[in-house]
């Protein structure tokens, strides 16, 4: 038969683990892979579809009717689940195949292996194409995941789960600890084994630099920085660390550094049972520190039998700076950045430090360009005076380091908060997700500032937020992130609990307390707001932020009087306040012509807030103003 082209719904079947059986029981392997087929071959002729072939322990089948293949899937995970004998992972995807010599060729089945591999133990995850189809089926219940750039395929694509009798996406994500599926390492931050404590930056980044590494491989989960940074210093059993994080091994190292010299230790740790999988020492020259980043993170690939997707041969190394000085200003300026708030001016000279020494370093500029977008955010300078700088900084580190998600997302901010392209936004953001996976910047953003902020896409804003809490557990910024956007989209309940154990987590966050405090108002708790505002202001030396809430809080409670006083101390304060601030307490306070005449200066300046207080319930009364509205539509939000 002469090949031909069909539209047809591809569906591609896995067996979770199958590898390593194989290095450990071949004879064990061969019978999960005949029940395997006994399994799925009644199955999907059941459903009129047409089984193509078997790649290792993956099948091919195809079906002219989408709903077959979404409930023939279904049949086979309620089936295999039910009897824990083996798991499968599948992927579906509808698209133009070329059917030739009893074999299928074309990017709908690239796609539909895509999804198949990065979809959660026991679950089916489909394309939009697919959702599509089957969304009018009453049988049929799905649920948006995200949208991710999958390799080889030009488009991003919006994926989504089908449920099942024994597997939903909200089992997986409120699971237990401890119960992380597949392959996992957590990398714990290096000992600093030198005798100057100015070496903590090195050592610190060396552990953040292998997990950087690490996170590109998409069959790997990597716990994120902030969540294995808060073992630091803690002499904390590594089961009880591997329960927190959820992994089953560990790295652990130190780094002792001596003039030229660096010696690095490290170790992987099996959590189960404590037992060693493997160490190295490794004595090189200061400059070499790169390498032997590269050579963990390769052997930690090896050692967890991981199967590397496509033509990726190994980790991709990160581009960095050949002088290890800058190397060195840029981990501290870093550092200082995570703490955010007064933390931010720091950071900015020590960025510009690193670019003093190396004047092509990209991460150095990616840094500086992102701490520059966060003195516009928090208000600590005039944007007048920053912009420029941020953009020149961000352009730089395109210009030298394009293949970094932390260049991709300085200028994906930047597109968003200034240029107001959001279409160009989305393609950053997307880009530096692709690079990184893990990067808790570029998803926190991604999913609060640019899908729920500018979209309003509830549902995909909150799924990107927890897949961020999801790979940095223990991180109080992505609880953050993740209650203040479940509190936009009106989940209060959720909201609350997840902004009051990010409080327990971290007591001094300003961001958390000034989210928490919103979410009090919002449910018309206010003298809880109040309080938790005063103690937001005490913390941060009367930030702007806080005073401008307090006083819409006092207004919403009949408190006039009190709303007036602090409206007076924000307007009066001395520096640069943000003027969408002022323009929100006085829509508060019924004074439209005030806040119009604050708004516009804020639109002059491209006030970030402008933008990030579309989801904010507090900018009601200014929305529901005209004049405002033709504000928005210059800013491209309606």
């Known amino acids: 038969m002469a090949p031909f082209r069909q539209l047809a719904a591809i569906m591609f079947t896995d067996i979770v683990g199958y590898t390593a059986l194989m290095g450990e029981d071949e004879d064990k ?351 600590l300078s005039d944007p007048d005076l920053v912009w420029p700088k941020a953009i020149d900084n961000a352009r730089l580190a395109m210009k030298y380091g394009p293949q970094l998600a932390e260049t991709q997302t300085c200028n994906a901010d930047i597109a968003l908060l200034y240029e107001w392209d959001y279409d160009k936004a989305r393609k950053f953001f997307l880009k530096a997700l692709e690079l990184n996976p893990g990067y808790e910047q570029a998803r926190t953003w991604y999913g609060h500032q640019y899908l729920q902020c500018v979209c309003s896409k509830h549902p995909e804003a909150i799924s990107n937020c927890r897949l961020a809490l999801a790979t940095h557990p223990l991180s109080s910024y992505s609880q953050t992130i993740l209650g203040l956007t479940l509190g936009f989209a009106g989940e209060l309940e959720e909201c609350q609990v997840l902004l009051k154990q990010a409080a327990a987590m971290d007591p001094e966050s300003y961001l958390t307390l000034i989210s928490l405090a919103g979410s009090y108002a919002v449910t018309r708790d206010f003298e809880l707001a109040i309080e938790t505002y005063e103690i937001a202001l005490q913390l941060s030396g009367r930030h702007s932020w806080a005073l401008a809430f307090l006083s819409v809080v006092y207004t919403l409670s009949d408190k006039r009087e009190e709303a007036l006083e602090i409206f007076e101390e924000l307007r009066s304060k001395t520096g640069y306040v943000q003027p969408t601030l002022l323009a929100i307490a006085s829509a508060a306070l019924g004074n439209t012509e005030e806040a119009i005449r604050f708004a516009q200066t804020g639109l002059d300046k491209r006030d970030p807030f402008l933008i990030l207080g579309e989801g904010n319930p507090f900018c009601a009364p200014l929305k529901a103003i005209p004049a405002f509205g033709e504000m928005r539509k210059k800013m491209h939000l309606t």
Not at 170 to 191: C, I
Not at 323 to 347: D, H, P, Q, V
């Open 29 to 379: 392997a061969f019978e999960i892979l005949r029940k395997n087929r006994q399994l799925q071959k009644p199955v999907i002729e059941k459903y009129n579809g047409k089984w193509i072939k078997e790649i290792g322990d993956g099948v091919l089948a195809s079906f002219t009717a989408v709903s077959d293949a979404v409930l023939c899937a279904s049949e086979i995970q309620n089936v295999c689940n039910g009897k824990n004998e083996f798991k499968l992972r599948i992927g579906i995807h509808l698209g133009e195949i070329m059917f030739d010599n009893e074999d299928i060729f074309g990017d709908g089945v690239n796609i539909a292996s895509r999804l198949q591999t990065i979809a959660p133990v026991g679950g089916i995850w489909v394309s939009e194409s697919v959702q599509k189809n089957v969304s009018n089926k009453k049988e049929i219940l799905t649920r948006f995941i995200r949208e991710e750039v999958l390799k080889n395929v030009k488009d991003p694509v919006r994926i989504y789960e089908v449920m099942t009798d024994h597997h939903s996406f909200e089992k997986e994500n409120k699971d237990s600890p401890g119960k992380f599926p597949g392959k996992s390492v957590a990398v714990l931050p290096f000992v600093n084994m030198s005798s100057d404590p100015e070496q903590e930056y090195f050592s610190d980044g060396i552990s953040e630099e292998i997990i950087n590494i690490l996170a590109q491989i998409p069959s790997l989960k990597v716990p994120g920085r902030t969540s294995t940074f808060t073992f630091k210093g803690k002499n904390e059993d590594l089961r009880s660390i591997g329960q927190k994080l959820s992994v089953n091994t560990i790295l652990e190292g130190s780094v002792r550094s001596a003039g030229n010299r660096i010696r690095i230790t490290a170790q992987l740790i099996n959590v189960q049972d404590g037992f060693q999988i493997w160490s190295e020492k490794y004595e090189r020259i200061l400059t070499d520190v790169f390498e032997v980043q590269d050579e963990i993170a390769a052997t930690i690939v090896k050692k967890l039998q991981i199967t590397l997707d496509g033509h990726l041969a190994a980790p991709r190394s990160r581009e960095h700076t050949d002088n290890i000085e800058a190397y060195k200003y840029y981990l501290k300026g870093r550092a200082l950045a995570y703490k955010r708030g007064r933390f931010i001016l720091e950071a900015k000279t020590i960025f510009e430090k690193a670019i003093e020494i190396d004047p092509e370093y990209a991460l150095a500029y990616a840094g500086l360009a992102d701490t520059y977008t966060m003195i516009c955010y928090f208000g």
